[in-house]
């Protein structure tokens, strides 16, 4: 259960679990599944929350990461051509693989 995120050329996996979700409820002061009910408004969460998150979600494969590798795979990522919006879909897709939202009806489990 991991999501993929391409950066350049290589290809990160992203987990959530449930020690991670808690992780970051203590690190960002709130439940990081509030960024969602945000970007619903067309809010963008703040980046360094989007990078806690995304350094969260890199710690079950990509092992060694540091939050500051985490900034510049993020950097990267936007040099790549891409804009922060665009890492909303990958957070989303993480959160739904991992259980913490709701799939899409079609990509439901029985």
């Not at 599944?33 to 979600?57: C, T, W």
């Not at 990509?62 to 919006?85: C, K, P, Q």
Request: aromatic share 12%; net charge negative; glycine share 8%.
């Amino acid at each position: 259960m991991f999501t993929e995120f391409k950066v350049g050329d290589h290809t990160y996996k992203l987990r959530l679990t449930v020690q991670g979700i808690v992780a970051l409820e203590r690190s960002l002061g709130f439940s990081p599944l509030q960024i969602f009910m945000e970007i619903d408004n067309d809010v963008l969460p703040k980046i360094s929350d989007m990078a806690i998150i995304l350094h969260q979600m890199l710690q079950a494969y990509e092992h060694g990461i540091s939050l500051d590798d985490t900034y510049e795979i993020i950097g990267d990522y936007i040099a790549d051509g891409h804009t922060y919006w665009d890492l909303v879909p990958v957070f989303i897709e993480a959160f739904q693989e991992a259980g913490f939202l709701e799939k899409e009806a079609g990509e439901r489990k029985n």
